[in-house]
């Protein structure tokens, strides 16, 4: 072979070099797209959800009030508000029989009652008059507006019947569903049914729960990587603490769990279910992460800033805490954010400390019992019904929408604060 | 009068031995040049002046280092206040990714020397003067110290080393990443600075020892070979390698 042949081969093998690495970069994205494009499609009607406009007859007699004396909210508060329902939801079809009845009301979300009776304690007007009143419609007619449910497969395999689609496409003639923002999708709690279960359970479950393991893994992480880094002496001692903070780091997370459950729940008695039982176990996972993100950039200042102040006399202390610290502390927090936003996804250790429990309330404090984002999604891709799938794929967008948040926070800090040297 | 006196000086490198018995007395107001081929202990030693050895953990020191006459290898000797007295501008300009200002109100804060803000001001402004600094940063002192050319940086160092009057300074090759005209800055600021505070100076370039030093100590391979009036020293050299050193013929 001459060198003119050599010379050509090796431009070749650049050529095709460059080539494997742009093919591997197009395939990374090409999964992320195929995964993004699954989830939006899938989750993006959760963000919507039906309401059933009927006229509704607030009689006095219907609800054994008063004709002649305007109601008091304590009045309204007593009224019998299921009875008032269900004789509204007749009118819908005055000829139905008991069985239809009932698949009438299945029409609605059980929280008619509720629904029925704020409208009025809103509009105290309508009392004694015929009002049109928008009602949260079932988890099945939600799915069958927006097309998420065949009609044509036989009846007795469907969950809305032939009768409840008879009324429903009457209805949708006249004009009478409409299809809103899904605001309820933020403020409830967890419900059993789909088309009021909500995230705001597990969204403020997972926040306390980062608080807590912010608040414990950051100081100690620190503490411990600035006198690993800065003051322990380098023997074999210290070499096997430095071994195992990295095989703490390797450790699988459901171990952590076992761990929370075996000493936190069983020998301290925390209560069970709660962000700060949670936030602890998480704390202990991301303690590593944090120690190796902090003695990483605590390696990274330079040894001549040191020196500059041991030479100025400043104390082996002062040295640390007035520039070897301030400068190592970006890529710190950013080691830290980053390992939040891990323990953020976690599943397995809060399955593990009952965070997996069914909460329809939304905690006030870290000792309250709460869901987690990921957990909530577990649950609910649990679930049999329809309405639930699209509430997996929106709640996975919202976990998402959090995690790049919380990794832009963390890039923004690197370029805002991180300081050049020379 | 000496200063500074240095008796049978030993420093190991873990096992390997880097000075031998270095005995070494080093005049007030008067510039010391330490010169020797790279690898001799001349920055070992001058690191041996104000401790600096103790931040590397397998570096032991013996003998016996007298400043004004107090011995500083002592058990509770306390270096803070040894560093104080005691100065150092290092090879590579280092100062703190901080403004002008704060690189040099630094010292004198750990220390407790400014009593007020004005008093600071006067401080920073004195410093910077003396440094030969002033009339070229003093509209942006509270911009970053690391902004300035290299030069400027180095004589930032030396202006931040006198905010806190140190008796002695030791220079470990102040010039050697800098340009020719940065170096005669400096070397001019050496001669000034000899006045109040005495100085060690490492030095690679034999032609900058001639120039700024009035003693001038040899040292090959560990040890001091020779010590005497840099006059001397050049002229007249008592050791053959001292002469083959300064003649080129090796280092």
């Known amino acids: 072979m001459n060198k003119e042949e050599r010379l050509i081969k090796r431009y070749k093998a650049e050529k095709r070099f460059q080539f494997y690495g742009k093919a591997a970069i197009f395939m990374a994205l090409l999964f992320l797209v195929v995964f993004l494009t699954k989830i939006f499609s899938t989750g993006y009607t959760a963000f919507q959800k039906t309401w059933l406009v009927i006229p509704v007859n607030y009689n006095a007699d219907l609800l054994y009030l008063d004709p002649d004396k305007k109601p008091t909210t304590e009045d309204i508060n007593d009224a019998d508000f299921y009875e008032f329902g269900i004789e509204t939801f007749i009118t819908l079809d ?262 997996v429990a069914f909460v329809n309330t939304i905690p006030g404090t870290p000792m309250d019992p709460a869901a987690s984002l990921p957990v909530q999604i577990y649950i609910w891709a649990e679930s049999a019904e329809r309405g639930f799938v699209e509430k997996v794929s929106a709640c996975i967008m919202v976990l998402l929408f959090f995690l790049i948040f919380m990794n832009l926070g963390a890039q923004l800090i690197r370029h805002k604060f991180e300081k050049k040297w020379n | 009068m000496n200063k500074i006196e240095a008796k049978n000086v030993d420093v190991y490198y873990g096992a390997k031995q880097a000075l031998f018995d270095i005995n070494m007395d080093i005049e007030a107001n008067k510039v010391t040049a330490l010169i020797g081929p790279s690898g001799c ?58 403004t002008i200002y704060e690189n040099i109100s630094y010292g004198p804060e750990i220390h407790g020397i400014a009593q007020s803000k004005s008093e600071m001001d006067n401080i920073v402004e004195e410093s910077l003067r003396k440094a030969a600094l002033w009339e070229e940063v003093k509209d942006r002192i509270h911009e970053p110290g690391t902004g300035l050319s290299g030069g400027q940086q180095q004589r930032l160092c030396i202006a931040r080393t006198i905010s806190i009057k140190p008796e002695v300074i030791l220079m470990d090759e102040p010039c050697s990443a800098l340009d020719p005209i940065a170096t005669a800055q400096i070397e001019e600021l050496i001669d000034e600075l000899r006045k109040e505070h005495t100085i060690i100076i490492v030095t690679h370039s034999m032609s900058q020892a001639a120039r700024v030093s009035q003693n001038t100590g040899f040292f090959h391979l560990g040890k001091l070979i020779e010590v005497g009036s840099t006059d001397k020293i050049f002229k007249n050299p008592t050791q053959q390698q001292t002469q083959d050193y300064i003649t080129g013929r090796f280092g």
């Open chain 1, 94 to 355: 005055p000829d139905a029989s008991e069985d239809q009845i009932m698949e009438l009301k299945k029409m609605f979300a059980f929280t008619f009652e509720r629904e029925l009776k704020y409208y009025l304690l809103d509009n105290p007007d309508s009392f004694g008059k015929t009002v049109d009143v928008k009602l949260t419609a079932s988890d099945d007619l939600d799915q069958v507006f927006k097309g998420n449910y065949p009609r044509d497969i036989p009846e007795n395999r469907r969950r809305a019947s032939d009768y409840q689609l008879k009324i429903f496409d009457k209805l949708n003639e006249d004009g009478r569903v409409i299809s809103e923002f899904n605001a309820s999708f933020f403020t409830n709690a967890d419900s059993r049914e789909a088309e009021l279960a909500g995230i705001a359970s597990s969204f403020m479950g997972s926040l306390f729960s980062i608080l807590v393991c912010l608040s414990i893994a950051f100081p100690v992480a620190l503490l411990a990587a600035v006198y690993l880094e800065e003051f322990a002496p380098k023997n074999r001692f210290t070499d096997f603490i430095e071994v195992n903070i990295n095989n703490l780091a390797a450790v699988p997370s459901i171990v952590f769990g076992l761990l929370g459950l075996g000493v936190l729940l069983a020998v301290f008695g925390l209560p069970r279910s709660t962000p700060l039982v949670g936030g602890i176990t998480l704390s202990l996972m991301t303690l590593p992460t944090i120690i190796i993100a902090a003695r990483a950039s605590l390696k990274a200042v330079p040894p001549s800033i040191r020196e500059a102040a041991l030479a100025m006399g400043a104390s082996k202390m002062q040295t640390t805490m007035h520039h070897t610290v301030p400068l190592a502390l970006p890529g710190t927090l950013s080691g830290t954010i980053i390992g939040l936003a891990q323990a953020l996804g976690e599943t397995a250790p809060l399955i593990l400390i009952g965070m």
């Open chain 2, 41 to 98: 202990g001349k920055s070992t030693f001058l690191r041996c002046l104000n401790r600096m050895n103790d931040v590397i953990d397998i570096c032991k020191v013996s003998g016996v280092v007298k400043i004004n006459d107090y011995d500083i290898n002592q058990k509770d000797t306390d270096v803070v206040r040894l560093r104080e007295k005691v100065g150092m501008i290092f090879q590579k300009p280092n100062p703190f990714p901080k």
